[in-house]
Nanobody, 123 residues
Framework: QLQLMESGGGLVQPGESVRLSCAAS????????IGWFRQAPGKEREAISC????????NYVESVKGRFTISRDNAKNIVFLQMNSLKSEDTAVYSC????????????????WGKGTPVTVSS
């Protein structure tokens, strides 16, 4: 059973940046493509970005393109989501999920989910 743990959320002002982390136990995150999702209060969960096992493929939804960057360090068993130019509408609980696909990534078929870390963007 893979356990995912997100960290890095908090309260930030509009325009600021936050970097979220997703770590795994046991340390086999390199076996998985990783996706980041978010759920705002009163709204359905939304896919944001994903990255392949090796990191050679990434994808972003339109609402975060150019502002968010997903990356991974398999040697350190961690995936990052760098979020810049944050807006109030980015306020949500952000979760990572793992998919044991061999190549690429998309937003379906995730096997394991973290509990999430909240990000609040407010002045």
């Amino acid at each position: 059973q893979l356990q995912l743990m997100e960290s890095g959320g908090g309260l930030v002002q509009p325009g600021e940046s936050v970097r979220l982390s997703c770590a795994a136990s046991p340390s086999i995150l390199n076996w998985y493509a990783i996706g980041w999702f978010r759920q705002a209060p009163g709204k359905e969960r939304e896919a944001i970005s994903c990255i392949s096992r090796s990191g050679d493929f990434t994808n972003y939804v339109e609402s975060v393109k150019g502002r968010f960057t997903i990356s991974r360090d398999n040697a350190k068993n961690i995936v990052f989501l760098q979020m810049n130019s944050l807006k109030s509408e980015d306020t949500a609980v952000y979760s990572c999920a793992a998919d044991r696909r061999r190549s690429g990534c998309d937003y379906n078929g995730f096997d394991f989910w973290g509990k999430g870390t909240p990000v609040t963007v407010s002045s």
